[in-house]
C-alpha cells in the first residue's frame, strides 16, 4: 500500500526522490555518531572534496557501489546485485566495510545523502569518515582529520542497525 501511495505523489510531482531504504523498528535503533568532514548542496562537490581528503590522508574513498544520478540523487545503480536496493539510497550503517573481494575490512570515506540520518538538514551532501558507538571515538576521529577538513566534526543520530532485508 505504501510503494502505491509513493508512486502516486511522484506522478503527481509531490517527491521526487527515490525512497530511502530504511526501518524505523524501535527495537533496532541505535545511538551512533557519525564523523562529517564537509557539507555540500551537490554531490560534485562532495565528491570531489572527498576524493581529495582520500589522497591527502590515504584513507580509501568508496561508493560501495552507489552511483549520482541527476533525478534521483546517490542511488544503487538500477541493476545492482541486490534488488532490495536498485534505484535506492541506503545510508552507511558502519564504520568499517569490505571493499574489495578477499580483503579484511577497512575504514574509507564515503558521500552520503544527508536525510539518511535522523535528525540531520535535508537534501545535503556528506563526506563520511566514519560511524562511531561512542561519540569519544568520533570525536577522535575527527580531529584525526582536521588536518585536511577543517571543518569536521561528530554528529550524533540513531540508526536502524537491524536487516534491511
Known amino acids: 500500500m505504501r510503494s502505491i501511495f509513493a ?3 511522484a506522478l503527481f510531482g509531490l517527491i521526487a526522490a527515490p525512497p530511502i531504504v530504511s526501518a524505523k523498528d524501535p527495537d533496532f535503533l541505535a545511538n ?3 564523523v562529517i568532514l564537509s557539507v555540500y548542496n551537490t554531490f560534485d562537490a562532495a565528491h570531489s572534496d572527498a576524493k581529495k581528503i582520500a589522497k591527502a ?3 580509501q574513498f568508496s561508493m560501495r557501489g552507489r552511483v549520482f544520478d541527476k533525478k534521483r540523487g546517490l542511488i544503487y545503480p538500477d ?3 541486490d534488488e532490495i536496493f536498485r534505484g535506492q539510497y541506503s545510508a552507511r550503517r558502519y564504520h ?3 571493499l574489495k573481494v578477499g580483503e579484511e ?3 574509507y570515506l564515503s558521500v552520503e545523502r544527508s536525510e539518511g540520518y535522523d535528525g540531520f538538514r535535508k537534501n545535503l ?3 563520511v569518515a566514519g560511524i562511531h558507538d561512542s561519540p569519544a571515538a568520533a570525536q577522535a576521529q575527527a580531529q584525526q582529520f582536521a588536518k585536511w577538513a577543517p571543518t569536521a566534526y561528530a554528529k550524533k543520530t540513531k540508526i536502524y542497525m537491524g536487516c534491511l532485508h
Open 32 to 34: 551512533r555518531w557519525v
Open 105 to 107: 575490512q577497512s575504514e
Open 57 to 59: 590522508s590515504n584513507i
Open 7 to 9: 508512486l502516486f505523489l
Open 96 to 98: 568499517k566495510a569490505v
Open 79 to 81: 541493476n545492482f546485485d
Open 125 to 127: 551532501y556528506l563526506v
